[in-house]
């Protein structure tokens, strides 16, 4: 299959509409609107149901009262207890998904082979295997936290609201392997965002053991996000590092990280990936400290 | 290609057959096939639709009935999937209803056109002006929301400005009621058209009962709120207009004839060859259909089927843009409203359908809302400097704060 779209039939502009397109025009000048106002009618609207409503949900509760005690601690040491177990809920809720995309992804690739400069079925797997890995290490942090990690929380349900497009994207046989892959590109850009904001709250609470395991998730996604990037660039016929994408963060960045274990820079490499193949092999296999 | 009802013998019921894959089709091209290919999609899943509906509505009335009924309607049910999942993946449900909105318009007004009694032409240019207005009001709703132009689903084939105002089509329950024709003298091409438009407008109906809850938005939910009671109150019209007194299996007989119809005007006009191909198979598959069913019909009433189905089909339904026809029916008949059965100026409405209108109108109406000052322009109104300007302007901003 062809990566880039070929010259042809398109219907849906009105210039090749000809006469039929000047008439659809015509029309607005014979008909004006029934009522007068414009867009902002329907934002009063949306701010009057917003005014009486309510939120998207709640997280559930601590399990026992050991855990209820641990949260109390930490909201002591300045953490966010409720805020933490709603995000880690949101990551798990991500990388099931994301697991899922990189699934439709290696469908795609064996169905209709990669591109020049994309990815091979290796290196498709070889990511899908490390979103499996972050989702057992989430719901393993989540357990240690006193969480159920079968809940969904309000943060994993508006992740999968905010990505609901791209499943579409990737299981649609119509779509080629670079168009997927623009799919996946949106889905490790979010992860790496959200991945930093993770880190950060795991710090904050106090959470050695579980930050370690973020960092080192980081990692692995800023490795994604450079693959993925550079796949989409060569499907394109450019390169990477033409100043393709928004500038990647350092893992270490941020004030979360201003006396962080982590040295800013550290074993990575200019585009801020991690250096020397640690990212691929970075299973976590530390557990939470508590 | 000629269609003669009486005789032709179509595909035998028990070579109608299919599988999963084959009912799951690759879909029509949203950007490369044309408008009227999807409206003819939108259209005969709604005719399959009818056809379901309307075989269980008979199952339980009809005990001795039911094995026969069973087996037809597990074809329909397979029809309408492999019909109904031509829609691709990639037309939302927004998207989707401005096809739905396309279909009442070039579909009501093919019909209302060749429609040879007076009375039922006027319902149908009637139902016509109000369809015409949802179209606006959606594309209103998909700039705003989405900011997308709906003329990538429309084509340019039907213009996109207010009708008879939703606002105003709100009705008390009897003065949506019509006459029937008479099921004696009426001619064929009226019962054709009733069963056509009357099934297109209760799947759209449904349809807009089914998607309006997926909008996260309050007006996109209030606007499928309020065209949804609108086409409630059309089926209740086009039900209407069809002779009650008609018998079960003569209403079946007449069902299976307008799919046959129906097909046949698809297959006239389809431009999509794979497309085409599937309207060429059910329309063989409705001409069993209508054997099956006149073998019964002639088997129980003692009656030939030819007292109920002509012998040769009306002229097929236009799949073509009625631009001038709807936009006269706009010049002449925008203030018409109903009491009772019978058309009349707005002025002469009833207390009762000012009340009923007043009430769900009286914290305001969503399709006003959604396209208060909305002019259609080409690429979305974000395109005029003066909305962009408007937009963002310190009122706006004061409410906000």
Known sequence: MRQSAQQGTNRTGIVGAGQLGEEMVAATREFPPSSPGDARAIGEVRMAYAQAGEGLGETPPPGSLMDKAKAAV???????????????????????????????LLSKHRAYGSFEGGPSGEDVLHILTEEYDHAQLLERAI?????????????????????????????DPRTNLLQSLEAILVAELADNECWTALAQLARQAGHDGLTQQCLEAIGHERDHLGKVRAWV????????????GAEMPEAGEGPAYAAGEEKRGEGRDAGGRPAGGKSGKGRSTRRERQ | ?????????????????????????????????????????????????????????????????????????????HQQTMVNWLNPADQDPLETTIGFEQVAIEVTAAVAEKEPDPYLAQVYRFGLLEDFDHLYRYSALMDRLQGKDANALVQSYSDIVPGRP??????????????????RRADPLTKL?????????????????????????????????????????????????IDPGETWLEKWLLHEAGEVYNYWSCVESEGNPRIRAIWERFLDYELGHVRFVARLFEETEGRDAAEVLPERLPEPIRYQSHREFVRETLRRELT??????????????????RAYRDQL???????????????????????????????????SERRAA
């Open chain 2, 193 to 241: 058209h009733a069963l056509t438009i009357m099934a297109g407008e209760h799947q759209t109906h449904d349809y807009y009962m089914t998607v309006g809850p997926f909008f996260a938005d309050p007006v996109a939910r209030q606007v499928y709120a309020e065209i949804a009671s609108i086409e409630e109150q059309h089926v209740t019209q086009y039900e209407s207009i």
């Open chain 1, 74 to 104: 930490t909201a002591t040491t300045g953490g966010q207890p409720t805020l933490l177990m709603d995000k880690l809920g949101e990551r798990l809720a991500f990388e099931h998904a994301g697991a899922r995309l990189y699934e439709a």
């Open chain 1, 143 to 171: 357990k240690n936290l006193g969480g159920d990690p079968t809940a969904l929380t309000p943060a994993a349900n508006l992740a999968v609201t905010i990505s609901a497009g791209l499943p579409q994207v990737l299981s």
């Open chain 2, 361 to 395: 109108n009286s914290e305001g109406s969503p399709t006003e809302i959604v396209a208060a000052g909305y002019v259609w322009r080409p690429g979305t109104e974000l395109t005029d400097p003066a909305t962009r300007v408007r937009s963002v302007s310190p009122k």
């Open chain 2, 336 to 353: 018409l409203s109903a009491v009772g059965a019978e058309f009349v100026d707005r002025e002469q409405e009833t207390e009762a359908t």
């Open chain 2, 166 to 183: 939703t606002a105003i089509e709100h009705r008390h329950p009897l003065d949506d009621l019509r006459k029937p024709y008479d099921r």
């Open chain 1, 233 to 244: 660039a060569a499907g394109q016929g450019r390169s990477a590092g033409e100043g393709g």
């Open chain 2, 1 to 77: 290609m000629a269609i003669n009802l009486l005789r032709d013998t179509g595909v035998p019921l028990e070579q109608q057959r299919f599988t999963w894959r084959e009912l799951v089709q690759t879909p029509y091209n949203k950007l490369m096939d044309d408008a009227f290919t999807r409206v003819r999609v939108i259209l005969m899943n709604g005719i399959e639709s009818e056809a379901l509906r309307f075989g269980h509505a008979c199952a339980r009335m009809n005990g001795p009935w039911q094995a026969a009924l069973a087996q037809v309607r597990r074809i329909e049910q």
